[in-house]
């Protein structure tokens, strides 16, 4: 089955206590992207990579960093959570045809705490 | 700034009649436009989308979207709501030449049985 995945899909950390959320894809997309969702706010970009070894920053990329060592996982990483950084995380992947990046498949989301 | 607004943080609707959730966008050049759908505890799924051609674009679940290039809109509309329409809709742009996407804020739609 074509998915996204992503782990943990809850997490209650405490400020400072560095995380990873893992996010994989089966589709050999090339596109790959992080969003965090907040109450009124809807999406917003952190960081997105193009292909493996190529990242580049959303509209929100403080206090996140990214790694695309391979092709199919796009790992967010939080050196030192803070609670500013509470919300719900979504990974995506889309095919990029053409040169268009297309339509998206969203992970389930992981909601993180921070304490 | 390239922006993308949803002007309604809520649309309620009467099940059988017509829906119309907005969008525009202010963004550079030709842009790809998308809209999803958000579930209750899921992830979002892509609806429809417009990238060329024809600007009156059909979509999933009956969906349908009008690009208007004049207007910079792509609003997203149902000849006939459905109860289970119900969910939050959001509307996306990725910029020409640009690999970034901006999402809207978001619309939450309830259909009234």
């Known amino acids: 089955e074509a998915q996204v995945t992503q782990n943990p899909r809850y997490l209650i950390t405490v400020t400072g206590k560095k995380l990873t959320v893992t996010c994989s894809q089966n589709?050999?997309?090339?596109?790959m992207s992080w969003y965090r969702q907040d109450p009124g706010l809807g999406l917003r970009q952190i960081y997105y990579?193009?292909?493996?070894?190529?990242?580049d920053k959303g509209d929100v990329p403080e206090g996140y960093k990214v790694s695309r060592k391979e092709k199919r996982n796009f790992p967010l990483i939080l050196e030192s959570p803070s609670p500013n950084q509470t919300s719900l995380y979504f990974c995506?992947?889309?095919?990029?045809?053409?040169?268009?990046?297309?339509?998206?498949?969203f992970g389930p989301g992981t909601r993180l705490t921070v304490l | 700034a390239q922006s993308v607004a949803q002007p309604e943080d809520q649309v309620n609707v009467a099940e059988g009649n017509p829906l119309t959730v907005k969008c525009t966008y202010s963004?550079?050049?030709?842009?790809?436009l998308f809209w999803y759908v958000q579930y209750p505890n899921r992830g979002l799924q892509f609806l429809l989308k417009?990238?060329?051609?024809?600007?009156l674009v059909k979509g999933s679940y009956g969906f349908e979207a009008e690009f208007n290039k004049s207007q910079t809109s792509f609003h997203l509309k149902k000849p006939s709501a459905l109860v289970s329409d119900s969910a939050l809709y959001f509307c996306?742009?990725?910029?020409?030449?640009?690999?970034?996407?901006?999402f809207g804020k978001g619309t939450r739609l309830h259909i009234l049985p």
């Open positions: 995506a992947s889309s095919p990029r045809l053409a040169g268009a990046t297309d339509t998206q498949y």
């Open positions: 589709m050999n997309h090339e596109y």
């Open positions: 990579s193009m292909n493996v070894e190529v990242t």
């Open positions: 963004v550079s050049g030709n842009p790809y």
């Open positions: 417009y990238i060329t051609g024809d600007n």
């Open positions: 996306a742009v990725r910029p020409y030449r640009d690999d970034k996407i901006i």
